[in-house]
């Protein structure tokens, strides 16, 4: 899309959709959270070091404060990620059924450790501190999409259909 | 069939597939407490009724809500509420339920909330790992400010209150009320010295209200109900119904909504919840989440209510049970929890952020049977120089809990040193899968 508005780094629609969030609070700067899993999206899945700058000239914030904020949040990424991002939970309520099998399956299956990305550029895998479904562990967050009561071969299955 | 039947008021709808709508909300009953404030009880009413109900909070602190609601002062300036949607306490996964099968019920009490506190504006701080939970919620806030629910004058009255969504974006942290308002400003989630306690300065230095989602899914029953009934329910201390998040090794895991003070712990894992499933007996309960300590199967006796669980030694916390079978090392657990705590410290104080990671390495070493005499010690005076010395609680929450496992399972701490661990049957257990960066 044709960057019109903004700082012009961004597409029109994002800028519009920041636009937005800034309506909604006192101090623009309470939006760099929203922003932020928008721009990630629009920029590949993750926060470079120029996007950075582009984002707080944005907000007209200093980069160091948006940095800072990549840093310190699990879900923002400095590095870039595979097309999808594999979220396995591994606290407690997953690890009693099975978190850890799963674990050691995806370094042998796939090759990759906490973090690293497959050599296609598939996945990124991430173990994830407590998902919240606990209740039908153990699960994983697959991009935007949830998928509990994990097997190894219904981590497959998923994944398997996946481009 | 077990005596313990579970109470169905928060979760009464929540099979039905159109209560996530407007329309099926209002069928059953939806927005008829906000209603009721609005024509007929003035806010300070309101505040009274939760204060008379004995509503104490959801979010694992356990405080009086309508305490709490009496704590924003007169003043000239904008007050907020900000719901507490984190949801991050290990084993906690019910105000999800909440959020993705009936997210208008959170919205109307965030409403009768705002309509107590006179706040006209709410936000919903909501994980980012709950995607689901954040368009079921960004969802029902259309169609209820399409409907006049939402924004200005609502129901035709002078009340006008709009209310966003908030997602944060991976950190436990915030769901620490102060780091939550932190975050919410758009900064790292930062927990701040309290006082001043939010209700008196919070969002943008604004007196602000601090709830959970469950919190204030109870304000609607208690507004239609009345205080009485809500008293009615439970027992004293623990009034009204609460929702449960058992798991782990568990026959019958699940979101269960309960009445305190009818049964015992036990009666509750074994009676209702078939036991561990996997044919061998219980070997600890945590009852309210990671952060309080670990019961062992002889302390389960208790009745199930926050005063007595607290009189066990454990807290109810945010209605989390965490159960593990005799299978399980009890130093894997408590690694397991060590871990969790050193990744989520937000680095502030030195206790947290140092004490933490050297908790974490330590119990590590239990776990790989490299831990050297004198560990134990060691371990126990590092945490005990944690407990209290910090911002926040995050760092008791990991004394707490890692302090319980040495006093209760020390034979097996015992077992990872090294000389010893040959003897033991949990002895070297396990070697970790890979280390938490
Ligand atoms: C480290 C830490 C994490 C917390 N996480 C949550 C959370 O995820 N959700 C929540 O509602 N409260 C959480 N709390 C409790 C909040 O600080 C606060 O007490 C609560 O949101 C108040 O709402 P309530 O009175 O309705 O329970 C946490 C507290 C601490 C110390
Ligand atoms: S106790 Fe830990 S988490 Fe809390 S403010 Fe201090 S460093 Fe941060």
């Known amino acids: ?163 | 069939m077990s005596k313990i039947q579970e109470h169905r008021v928060m979760l009464k709808y929540a099979d039905d597939p159109e209560q996530a709508t407007l329309a099926g909300y209002r069928h059953n009953g939806g927005y008829k407490a906000l209603e009721k404030a609005l024509e007929s009880m003035t806010p300070d009413q309101v505040t009274e009724e939760v204060l008379a109900s004995g509503l104490r909070g959801r979010g694992g602190a356990g405080f009086p809500t309508g305490r709490k609601w009496q704590f924003v002062p007169e003043t000239d300036k904008p007050k907020y509420l900000a719901v507490n949607a984190d949801e991050s306490e290990p084993g906690t996964c019910k105000d999800r339920q909440i959020m993705e099968l009936d997210p208008h019920q959170m919205l109307e009490g965030s409403l009768l909330c705002c309509y107590a506190i006179g706040a006209e504006t709410a936000y919903i701080y909501i994980r980012g790992e709950y995607p689901h939970s954040i368009k079921a919620t960004e969802r029902a806030i259309e169609e209820a400010r399409e409907a006049g629910l939402v924004g200005k004058n609502i129901l035709g009255t002078d009340f006008s209150c709009d209310v966003w969504v908030h997602p944060g974006a991976g950190a436990y942290i915030c769901g620490e009320e102060t780091a939550l308002l932190t975050s919410l400003e758009g900064n790292r989630g930062y927990p701040r010295i309290k006082p001043p306690f939010p209700a008196v300065e919070g969002l943008w230095r604004c007196p602000t209200i601090v709830n959970n989602v469950e919190s204030l899914a109870c304000v609607v029953h208690i507004i239609n109900n009345g205080a009485e009934w809500f008293k009615g329910l439970g027992c004293e201390g623990s009034t009204g119904t609460r929702l449960f998040c058992v798991s782990g090794h568990i026959a019958r895991p699940g979101v269960y909504e309960l009445e305190c003070g009818k049964f015992t712990l036990r009666e509750l894992l074994e009676d209702f919840c078939g036991g561990t499933g996997t044919g061998r007996p219980i070997k600890g309960v945590m009852p309210g989440g990671s952060s309080f300590q670990v019961l062992t199967p002889d302390e389960l006796d208790c009745t199930f209510d926050s005063d007595s669980v607290q009189k066990a030694g454990s807290s109810l916390g945010s209605g989390a049970i965490m159960v593990f079978d005799d299978s399980v090392s009890a130093v894997e657990v408590a690694l397991n929890i060590a871990e969790f705590y050193s990744h989520e410290s937000c680095g502030q104080c030195t206790p947290c952020r140092e004490g933490s990671d050297w908790v974490r390495k330590l119990v590590a070493r239990f776990c790989r049977g490299e831990a050297r005499e004198g560990d134990i010690e060691l371990l126990m005076d590092v945490t005990d120089r944690m407990d209290g010395t910090t911002i926040c609680a995050l760092a008791e929450a990991l004394v707490w809990p890692v302090q319980s496992y040495v006093r209760k399972f020390r034979s097996e701490f015992e077992a990872g040193i090294t000389r010893r661990a040959a003897e033991h049957e949990f002895g070297g257990f396990s070697k970790p899968v890979e280390s938490v960066p």
Not at chain 1, 39 to 49: A, H, N, P, T, V
Request: some cysteine; charged content about 30%.
């Open chain 1, 1 to 163: 899309m044709r960057p019109v508005s903004g700082n012009g780094k961004f597409s029109a629609e994002l800028v519009k959709r920041v636009e937005a969030l800034w309506e909604r609070y006192p101090d623009r700067k309470a939006a760099l959270l929203p922003a932020l899993h928008l721009i990630q999206k629009e920029r590949d899945g993750w926060l470079s070091d120029e996007t950075i700058r582009d984002a707080a000239e944005l907000f007209d914030v200093p980069d160091m404060h948006i940095k800072g904020i990549v840093g310190f949040y699990d879900m923002f990424h400095g590095q870039p990620v595979g097309r999808h991002v594999v979220r396995l939970c591994k606290t407690l309520s997953c690890k009693l059924r099975g978190a850890d099998e799963l674990r050691a399956h995806v370094r042998e299956k796939y090759g990759v450790l906490n973090g690293e990305t497959t050599a296609d550029g598939r996945f990124t895998f991430k173990c994830f501190e407590c998902l919240g479904h606990c209740e039908v562990a153990p699960m994983m967050l697959v991009d935007e999409e949830k998928h509990t009561e994990l097997t190894t071969d219904k981590l497959d299955a998923v994944l398997e259909a996946l481009a």
